[in-house]
């Protein structure tokens, strides 16, 4: 092991060195800010001005070895009562950045400055975890530029630098490095699934579905523009009534909230389908739970997926990425019998709601078929005052399905779906309550279909001998408007989100424009996993490729570009050798083709001479060009632009 007292001393840093690196990490700090604590972005940039102040004034000192040490268990101690836990993505970005601050405070050697950096690099890669837009790469790139421009300047201080140089020379080095990206993007092999795991709140704040239903949740997802899925199909797009995105099945009722019953996943499908397909492509948002959408009812299922006894797409680990899978469904099928064990938990119910049992009761007396009380309590919802409204009275009272239907007659449409599967299970019908997506909006520009957050739907499933699982949406019948043109028919659109109000604004349509270019980034990059790499070189003509081909073809690949690389830097040093040497070489070409050969031996001013005994006619010409290019090229003085352009003008003038 070296010792110390041995060890080269680190260089201290210049103060034009120090300017560059509070600038770059000042720039990978600004995307945090949104969500870092307030606390934490002052220190960061509070700490940046302070250290950008004392190299403005040489006489101020840096804060000594205990005050650091105090500050940093300061920071530590915040970040810990901030987010109670010192681990995980929010708590750990945190403290990262402020670690950087206090970096900053004692920065002063050339391996400070490396340290720094390192970190900003840390952090530019953090970013990711909170958004991977096109805008934030491209943001990210150009904080990549500066961070390399940065460090030019800290491993090159000794050299005087321009600001415009460092950076010229960054965005060189960035572009020589693209193709190499591209290539190692296109074809390394890839694997399912991340390469490690990320913290477990990584991906806290996702909006989506739940495995609970209680009133007022999908209402509230009403409230937000974020796009659920993306889908394009193979055809064309089907009609309004058969869009129904199937999500989590609810079976267990406590009087309130409505939840998932545990489902093992199977890889067959429990019922028969009639008809024709749909075949589709979903690009589905992360939402960090396992289910995935897909029309009712599907016929295909991704990879790592399987079917459950509710007909519920599940995969084997959460979304927690972008993922794109194609799926068959067929909007017409035969469910078949009903096992016992699913018969008593679709026939559950709480204590309570007494009017809305003895309804139930009085409508199975009077119809002698079940499928007579769905249509009797369909015609109940159609013909009473029932109103679909986003804002339903908000209190939770004892007997919540009662105060609904005979009371308020005020809800959306996961009061509809728990109410009418409410009256289904009190009258001996097997019911559940299906949670997904319905409708969406077609994107013309991009050619593909958006269902956003705001299209949450509820609705109910009935089983029904001889026919199985049924659709009922009871929200059609108190309000057609909202499966036919989507939730803006239904409602007032001042009371939903911007891009959830379709229509032809140049604004909408600008931000449509905008989620094509997006879908694009999803697709091709975010989404690049085995499938579309397969699929992508199979279109490309190579055929079936396998990992070990991808991996041989990389290889070449980069083999190619390193000699591309080479021969373009032997041409660049050709290019840039002497041009007295050049002018030189072109000048003896010149007399070449007249006969006169240059010998191996001769200097300049033995061959010019040579040549004016020959060509005597143009004597002074000559020996002029060999005086210039010896003085060029050997004299003491090194040479100068005047002497060089003297030099050409002359073999400019020699009409040899």
């Known amino acids: 092991m070296l010792n110390k007292r041995h060890a080269k001393p680190s260089p201290p840093l210049s103060d034009v060195a120090l300017q560059w690196l509070i ?11 949104g969500h870092l604590p307030v606390w934490a972005g ?23 070895r205990w005050l650091r040490i105090s500050l940093t268990l300061l920071v530590v101690l915040a970040v810990l009562l901030s987010f109670k836990t010192l681990f995980g993505r929010e708590a750990g970005v945190a403290l990262l950045a402020a670690m950087m601050a206090m970096k900053l405070l004692e920065a002063r050697t050339h391996r400070d400055g490396l340290v720094l950096l390192l970190l900003g690099y840390f952090l530019v890669m953090s970013n990711l975890l ?35 140089g460092a950076l010229r020379l960054s965005l060189r080095l960035s572009l020589q490095a693209l193709p190499v990206m591209l290539i190692l993007f296109v074809l390394f092999p890839r694997i399912p699934g991340p390469l490690w795991g990320l913290p477990k709140d990584a991906h806290s704040g996702l909006t989506g579905l739940d495995d609970k239903m209680t009133p007022g949740a999908i209402s509230q997802l009403i409230a937000s523009p974020e796009v659920a899925f993306r889908v394009r199909f193979a055809g064309p797009v089907p009609p309004a009534n058969q869009l129904y995105w199937r999500g989590p099945v609810l079976w267990r009722y406590d009087g309130t909230s409505w939840t998932r019953s545990l489902d093992l996943p199977r890889q067959r499908f429990p019922y028969t389908v009639q008809g024709k397909s749909i075949d589709y492509t979903v690009v589905l948002q992360p939402h960090g739970n396992r289910w995935l959408f897909a029309l009712e009812l599907p016929y295909s299922l991704p990879p790592d997926s399987g079917l459950t006894t509710a007909f519920e797409m599940l995969r084997r680990n959460p979304v927690n990425e972008l993922m794109r899978y ?60 029932f109103f679909y409204t986003l804002e339903p009275p908000a209190e939770l009272v004892e007997h919540n399905i009662d105060h609904f239907l005979f009371d308020t007659r005020r809800g959306f449409c996961e009061h509809f779906a728990s109410s009418f599967v409410f009256l ?24 593909y279909f958006i269902v956003r957050q705001s299209d949450a739907h509820a609705w109910a499933e009935v089983w029904l001998q001889g026919q199985g699982w049924i659709r009922v949406d009871p929200t059609a019948a108190v309000s057609p408007a909202r499966i036919e043109g989507g939730i803006q028919a239904a409602i007032d659109p001042v009371s939903l989100p911007f891009m ?31 499938d579309l790499q397969r699929e ?26 390193i000699a591309l690389f080479a021969a373009a830097h032997l041409l660049s040093r050709r290019a840039a050798a002497d041009p007295a ?38 004597a002074a010409q000559l020996r002029r060009i060999g005086q210039l290019y010896a003085s060029l090229r050997y004299g003491r003085a090194l040479p100068d632009a005047a002497a060089l352009r003297q030099f050409r003008q002359s073999i400019g003038a020699f009409k040899g």
């Not at 190299?55 to 804060?63: S, V």
């Not at 006169?596 to 005994?613: I, K, N, V, Y």
């Open 23 to 33: 600038a770059a990490l000042g720039f990978t700090v600004l995307p945090h800010l």
């Open 424 to 447: 289904m299970r009190a009258a001996g019908i097997p019911a559940r309550v299906v949670t997904g997506y319905q409708g969406g909006e077609i994107n013309t520009l991009g050619g």
């Open 326 to 385: 194609p799926v068959r469904s067929y909007p017409h099928y035969q469910t078949g019998d009903l096992e016992p064990v699913w018969r008593w938990r679709a026939l559950q119910l709480p204590p309570g709601n007494p009017r809305a049992r003895a309804l139930a009761l009085e409508w199975r007396a009077t119809q002698a078929e079940p499928a007579g009380v769905v249509r009797t309590a369909l015609a109940y919802i159609r013909e009473q005052d």
């Open 500 to 530: 959830a109000r379709r229509g032809v604004s140049w604004l909408h349509e600008l931000a449509l424009s905008w989620d094509t270019l997006n879908t694009l980034w999803n697709e091709w990059v975010l989404a690049y996993g085995p």
């Open 42 to 64: 002052i220190l960061v940039f509070g700490v940046a001005a302070w250290r950008g102040w004392i190299i403005g004034n040489p006489r101020m000192k840096l804060p000594g």
């Open 536 to 561: 992508f070189l199979s279109g490309l003509g190579f055929g079936p490729i396998d990992g070990w081909g991808m991996t041989i073809g990389m290889i070449v690949a980069l083999g190619l570009l």
């Open 130 to 164: 909170y958004s991977q837009s096109p805008l934030m790469a491209i943001y990210l790139f150009g904080v990549v530029i500066v961070l390399l421009a940065a460090q030019i300047m800290v491993r090159r201080q000794h050299v005087a630098l321009p600001t415009r």
């Open 581 to 618: 040497v050049r002018l030189y070489e072109r000048f003896c070409a010149r007399l070449a083709r007249r006969g006169l050969m240059r010998q191996a031996h001769e200097g300049p001013l033995d061959f010019t001479a040579r040549a004016a005994l020959r060509y005597p006619q143009w």
